[in-house]
């Protein structure tokens, strides 16, 4: 990402953290920005799936079921081939532990006030690899605090960040941004405010889509 004479591309993720198919869409991508040196402005976008589920989470088997009956077999089978589809785009999921499908409102207000301090990105690493990888808890304070401390953030003022009413306002603002663009699911990425692109696409497709706005990137005014 050395093209600093270059305006970098604005890219904002729509997500939720227990989407399987978001952290698969953001390694796809970030790998593309990698492969092609390309400078960015990478931001996340929050988009709860399940707003109104209770803390303690629900079993993913019975969310499943009663979301569109599906039974144990099925689910399965689904799980396997996403565990390959993730495996080869460098995420690990272990449904050994990860059981649980969690409220993700307090985790992404901790990500949104990462973001005032550049730290978005490797607390967003932290989030996913606690949750995919070891089945934490992400509702939980406690959680959130421990994954926050160890991604190198204050936990101290993680704490108190979770507590402000003045941070869920602009978290609440921030949602607005996506909705002029209609999205009803998650991944999605909005470029430069204008483009949306949705899907937990491959490496291959973001380069050729990256390369596009590479060619025509904006020399910085100086």
């Known amino acids: ?3 600093s004479h270059r305006q970098p591309l604005q890219i904002a993720m ?7 198919w978001c952290p698969i869409a953001y390694n796809n991508i970030k790998t593309a920005i990698d ?29 499943f079921n009663r979301q569109f009956g599906w039974d144990k077999h099925k689910l399965l089978n689904y799980q396997k081939s996403l565990v390959t589809t993730a495996t080869k785009s460098g ?7 990860r059981k649980f499908y969690y409220n993700t409102h307090q985790a992404h207000l ?3 006030w990462a973001q005032s301090s550049n730290n978005h990105i490797a ?3 932290y989030l996913i690899r606690g949750y995919f990888s070891e089945g934490l808890n992400i509702s939980n304070l406690n959680v959130l605090l421990n994954i926050a401390e160890n991604s190198g953030l204050d936990r101290g003022e993680a704490a108190a960040a979770l507590n ?5 306002q602009t ?7 996506y909705k002029a663009f209609n999205i009803k699911g998650t991944p999605a990425f909005i470029l430069n405010e204008t483009e949306l692109v949705s899907g937990s696409n491959s490496v291959d497709f973001f380069e050729k889509l990256l390369q596009q706005y590479q060619q025509t990137q904006l020399p910085l005014v100086k």
Request: glycine share 2%; with cysteine.
């Open 1 to 3: 990402m050395n093209n």
């Open 14 to 20: 729509v997500h939720d953290l227990v989407c399987s």
């Open 35 to 63: 492969n092609l040196n390309m400078e960015v402005d990478f931001h996340f976008l929050p988009f709860e799936l399940n707003p109104n589920m209770a803390a303690s989470g629900e079993l993913i088997s019975t969310y």
């Open 91 to 97: 995420v690990k999921i272990d449904f050994s532990k």
């Open 110 to 112: 901790l990500l949104h």
């Open 123 to 125: 607390l967003y690493e």
């Open 164 to 168: 402000s009413k003045q941070l869920e």
């Open 171 to 177: 978290l609440q603002i921030t949602k607005q941004r």
